[in-house]
Nanobody, 115 residues
Framework: QVQIVESGGGLVQPGGSMRLSCAATGRTGGTLVMGWYRQAPGKQREFVAQITNSGSTRYTDSVKGRFAVSGDSAKNTVYLQMNNLKPEDTAVYSC?????????WGQGTQVTVSS
């Protein structure tokens, strides 16, 4: 069984930076994609960024140029570097790791951008 532990959330001022970390233990069956999603109060969960086992990355338009996803699929670790944070980035951020036959979500970590 795959388990995910996330860390790095908290309170940051607008324009600040924060780094989220995600580490998975257990057998993923071969990790294919590692990604980050977020859910703001009263809104649906949305895609933020992902990195594939080949190193390809993809971002939602609202974070392009500000966020950077990185990771190591062999070690099942993924990071999200968030720069120039805005109040609208406030949300619970969740890590998602997709392997062959597995799809695992983390418990989420709160990111609050406020002065």
């Amino acid at each position: 069984q795959v388990q995910i532990v996330e860390s790095g959330g908290g309170l940051v001022q607008p324009g600040g930076s924060m780094r989220l970390s995600c580490a998975a233990t257990g057998r993923t069956g071969g990790t294919l994609v590692m990604g980050w999603y977020r859910q703001a109060p009263g809104k649906q969960r949305e895609f933020v960024a992902q990195i594939t086992n080949s190193g390809s990355t993809r971002y939602t338009d609202s974070v392009k140029g500000r966020f950077a996803v990185s990771g190591d699929s062999a070690k099942n670790t993924v990071y999200l570097q968030m720069n120039n944070l805005k109040p609208e980035d406030t949300a619970v951020y969740s890590c998602n790791i997709v392997g062959i036959g597995t799809n695992t979500w983390g418990q989420g970590t709160q990111v609050t951008v406020s002065s």
